[in-house]
């Protein structure tokens, strides 16, 4: 299908920068997910590779080709929006159909994009229908038809799923997940929910405050976060990021030390997954009092207070009978990992 | 932007300005034109008064021989009592029917939106005798009554729309915390259609303001003209003097054209927020 | 007892989708305050309060003196006997109406004249608010306040003024005209336009267009305002260029709209052209009767003007004449046009 390129891509309003120098090479056929806070740029550099934004700077390319100059509808992308945007006054046929008609295609060729993209989104029983009387989740699978009519070199998606509820929500990640498997386009897709980012993404690119802080695949960012930013955004529960002191190579936290590791001066925060972490004999590793205790069935997320007034949270078995004023020791899981951050929050390669 | 789009872009614009010109330039001219002496006026209408030319003489006429300033008068309380009445009474009415569950609700609602429909204008025969009935001919009172009956379907069901779709919630705390109903209407409901006053008050306002059925019908006296009546009359008296005829459109015109440039930005806001769809 | 929450999504934009309202206002009443158990209606006084007023002063200034016009046209003076009892006449009045010359010519030269006045209203005044509308309700349009505030004047201003002005400057006396016509090379074409018989009605009428643009202006705007704004990305996206957006996309929905406006010219075109007509022709609406409407017979009528006498009767006919009229419009409307644009939600 085709190949997205983006150089050196900046956006300013009046003066004011919103994405400073954004840089990105998607492949063919890969699925990579925009994911950051509000705010943070992802839909604006959407737009830009849209066409519905300009560019201050930069360039964006596809299949080789400089697009930025060019008009939406000759950039060979196709957009799936937050509200899907259908159009209220055409049942679902004429909406899946209706840019290939302007355009003066012949309606053979219509007809058959049309019923094909229905067939795959399983919107044959409502072709006829309008917007208004279909749910959420069906007008949601024609936006997406058609984007799949148009067929497009680049499927644009902008925070398709946050109009839908949670269950419906997790249905259709699966299903925009089989479409990408079935069509095998290259897609970019934008969300502010970090799991939809995992469970979608080829490759995450992770943006705050217009600028990418890191771009790898989802198991990537979740073993060897840059900074402690996107090692505080990927992972749910939140990666703990406690503050530490070095002393003589031993880390110390909360006046203890808890590693035989030689461990780097420069360390300033320790990161550690909470589901990375289990309970351990009394007295050693961490130890400090339950503040609360969130019993979910299966699993058991537990707030610990450490001396030093620190929170550690931790995800443990379902079966931990814990209560708020227990005392509690965690250390680290076999396959846990420390992640080590210097005082500006980058990464310290571990030894 | 593509060379195309600015070449159409300066055609709509130039679509724009001439019927920007073909709007103002009625207006401007007379406003130029009630500043020149007679000749002035005559042998060249299009110039700037000049030194020759400028003459206030159409002033002085309008000031000293009619009672502009009473008419003015006169619009500004109708105008002002009639649209004051509608905004009050129309929000009344629509937060009773949009907030209260009774009996007849839905009839009343309707009967009171029957009137959007309907001009008022008809029933002017029945009108004028119980105007004269009440004793009321003559009286600035009778057409505050006529216009406020004339604008109230509107004004109702424009709020009660609006009142709609505002939650309950706040009113609903605001009896919790033991306000009786006509404090909560007073101090939560009103402050809250403030977005659609301005939809109402120019749908109510123009109408009344620009009237001349009903002054001339209802209160024809000297006492009691409208500005628009007033206008009319001085019109048909000097309908020869033109300096003084252009001189009072002017002076009709002035007041409301300032108020509306003044005002303009929230009048049309107004309008498009939360205005009618269709 | 459960209280259902009035969802977000209903909107004042939606008003005039559906019937009149009515049903927006049946659907509210279900959800409101329900008495307390052992609390009538009747007890809960400040919901009167709140309606009397409106309902009084609506009932007898507007309502009342509607029916009562359309009762006195079923009823006459015997000897035409001012403060005499008036006497139920049936339907005679309706035979003079339209069994007498005098009375049956001008309402036919007044029904026809309005006519024109409506269907020119319509084709052009309409179209022209929607061109500008469309033009202004673009995104990157610079200026487009003040072309608003521009538009708007000629509506705001008293309809005696406009009468007035353009008279001056279609006078052959003052120049203006004839001399710009000149200056275009079509001096030949001008006329006293108002004082001729054959073009007084098509003048009046385009001073009134040119005066009421801006309220289809500001309906048509506020409308196209409306059309969601990711539904004109995604039809830029589909190809579609500035004037094809408004073709295919934004005019389809405000259909509603224009069904409105329609209505409400009409409604307008009825009853609201006396003012400029009588202030610029006078109460005969002359030149013989050419620009004679609806609006100026019916206060004829009543009212009487210079040698024509008044007959209340008569003139309360008239105005039941003029009530079918706007009925059978408005009927038409609701039944016919409403009914089948259904709304986009």
Same mark, same amino acid.
Request: hydrophobic share 30%; charged share 25%.
């Given at each position: 299908m085709a190949t997205l390129e983006l150089n050196g891509v900046v956006k300013r309003f009046d003066d004011t920068p919103i994405i400073h120098g954004a840089d990105l090479s998607v492949g063919d056929g890969e699925l990579v997910v925009f994911v950051g806070p509000s705010g943070c740029g992802k839909s604006t550099l959407l737009r830009m590779i849209a066409g519905l934004e300009t560019l201050s700077d930069g360039q964006v390319v596809i299949n080789g080709e400089r697009i930025d100059h060019r008009p939406p509808s000759e950039r060979g992308i196709a957009m799936v929006f937050q509200s899907y945007a259908l159009y209220p006054h055409k049942d679902v046929r004429g909406n899946l159909g209706f840019a290939l008609k302007h355009a003066g295609v012949d309606k053979i060729e219509i007809a058959r994009r049309v019923d094909e993209a229905a067939a795959i989104l399983g919107l044959e029983s409502m072709m006829e229908r309008r917007p208004r009387e279909l749910s959420g989740g069906q007008r949601q699978r024609v936006a997406i038809g058609r984007a799949i009519v148009r067929e497009p070199d680049v499927f644009l998606f902008d925070e398709p799923l946050s109009n839908l509820d949670a269950a419906l929500r997790v249905h259709m990640r699966v299903e925009i997940l089989k479409l990408h498997q079935r069509l095998g386009a290259t897609m970019v897709y934008v969300t502010h929910d970090q799991v939809e980012a995992m469970t979608l993404a080829d490759r995450i690119v992770v943006l705050r405050a217009g600028r990418i802080e890191q771009i790898g695949s989802p198991l990537q960012l979740y073993r060897e976060p840059d900074n402690t930013f996107v090692a505080g955004f990927i992972g749910s529960p939140a990666m703990n990021l406690l503050d530490v002191t070095v002393d003589q190579g031993r880390l110390q936290l909360a006046g203890q030390p808890i590693d035989e590791i030689d461990t /780097? /001066?420069?360390?300033s925060t320790l990161g550690l997954r909470p589901e990375h972490l289990r309970v351990c004999d009394a007295g050693t590793g961490l130890t400090g009092q339950v503040v609360v205790a969130e019993h979910l069935g299966g699993e058991a997320i537990v707030h610990l207070a450490l001396p030093d007034g620190q929170v550690v949270v931790a995800k443990l078995d379902g079966d931990a009978e814990l209560r708020p004023g227990d005392a509690l020791s965690l250390t680290l899981r076999d396959n846990g990992a420390r992640h080590l951050f210097d005082v500006k929050g980058l990464r310290l390669r571990t030894p | 932007m593509t060379s195309g789009q600015r070449l159409s872009s300066t055609a709509l614009h130039a679509i724009l300005i001439a019927w920007s010109v073909l709007a103002l330039f009625p207006l401007v001219l007379i406003v130029i034109n009630s500043w020149k002496s007679r000749g002035g006026i005559f042998r060249e209408p299009l110039a700037l008064p000049g030194a020759e030319t400028f003459s206030a003489k159409g002033y002085a006429a309008v000031l000293t021989n009619s009672d502009f300033p009473l008419f003015f008068g006169n619009s500004l309380i109708v105008t002002g009592v009639s649209l004051l009445l509608i905004l009050l009474f129309g929000a009344m009415a629509a937060h009773a029917l949009s907030e209260y569950r009774f009996r007849g609700n839905t009839l009343l609602g309707l009967y009171l939106i029957l009137g959007i429909m309907v001009p008022i204008r008809i029933g002017t025969v029945a009108l004028l005798e119980l105007i004269v009935d009440l004793n009321l001919a003559n009286t600035l009172t009778a057409l505050i009554l006529v216009y406020t009956a004339q604008g109230l379907p509107i004004a109702v069901f424009i709020f009660s729309e609006f009142l709609r779709s505002v939650s309950r919630e706040i009113k609903d705390s605001a009896r919790i915390d033991g306000l009786s109903e006509y404090r909560i209407f007073f101090e939560v409901v009103v402050p809250l259609v403030r977005p659609v006053i301005a939809t109402v008050a120019v749908f109510s306002m123009i109408p009344i303001w620009n009237d001349l059925w009903f002054p001339l019908i209802l209160s024809p006296g000297e006492d009691t003209r409208t500005v628009t009546l007033g206008v009319q009359q001085f019109i048909g008296q000097y309908n020869v003097d033109w300096g003084a005829v252009l001189a009072a459109l002017s002076v009709a015109i002035l007041p409301v054209l300032v108020m509306y440039v003044v005002f303009s930005r929230q009048l049309i806001r107004g309008i498009t927020a939360g205005a009618v769809k269709g | 007892m459960r209280r259902r929450t009035w969802t $977000? !999504?209903? @909107?004042? @934009?939606? $008003?005039?989708? !559906? =019937?009149?309202g009515a049903v927006a206002l049946v659907s509210a009443s279900r959800d409101a305050v329900r008495p307390a158990? !052992? =609390? +009538? $209606? $009747? @007890? +809960?006084h400040y919901i009167w309060v709140f309606l009397a007023p409106a309902t009084l002063i609506y009932t007898v200034f507007a309502i009342y003196p509607i029916v009562e016009s359309l009762r006195l046209s079923l009823f006459d003076r015997p000897d035409g006997v001012v403060g005499g009892t008036d006497a139920f006449v049936g339907l005679a009045n309706y035979a003079r109406l339209f069994g007498e010359p005098y009375w049956v010519d001008q309402f036919t030269n007044a029904f026809a004249n309005n006519l024109v006045l409506f269907v020119m209203h319509l084709l052009i005044q309409n179209p022209i608010a929607l061109a500008l509308a469309a033009i202004l309700s673009t995104p990157t349009l610079r200026g487009a306040a003040t072309y608003r505030t521009i538009f708007f004047l000629p509506t705001l201003l008293s309809v005696v003024v406009v009468g007035f002005i353009w008279q001056l400057i279609l006078s052959p006396l003052w120049g203006i005209t004839p001399d710009a016509l000149a200056a275009i090379g079509l001096g030949d074409w001008f006329a006293p336009w108002l004082g001729l018989e054959s073009s007084a009605l098509t003048t009046i009428t385009l001073i009134s267009i040119w005066q009421y643009v801006g309220i289809p202006l500001m309906l048509f705007y506020a409308g196209l305002l409306n059309v969601p704004e990711e539904v004109i990305e995604a039809a830029r996206i589909d190809g579609l260029t500035g004037f094809w957006i408004f073709w295919k996309v934004k005019l389809p929905l405000i259909l509603p709209t224009l069904g409105l406006v329609t209505i409400l010219t009409y409604i307008g075109n009825f009853t609201a052209s006396f003012d400029l007509i009588y202030s610029v022709q006078g109460g005969l609406a002359g030149p013989d009767g050419s620009t004679d409407v609806m609006g100026t017979f019916l206060f004829r009528s009543f009212f009487g003007f210079q040698s024509q006498q008044g007959d209340i009767h008569m003139g309360a006919t008239v105005a039941s004449m003029l009530f079918v009229i706007i009925l059978v419009g408005v009927g038409a409307y609701l039944f016919g046009v409403q009914r089948r644009l259904r709304r986009y939600d």
């Open positions: /780097p /001066p420069e360390a | - | $977000a !999504g209903t @909107s004042p @934009s939606d $008003a005039f989708q !559906g =019937e009149a158990p !052992g =609390e +009538r $209606a $009747a @007890s +809960r």
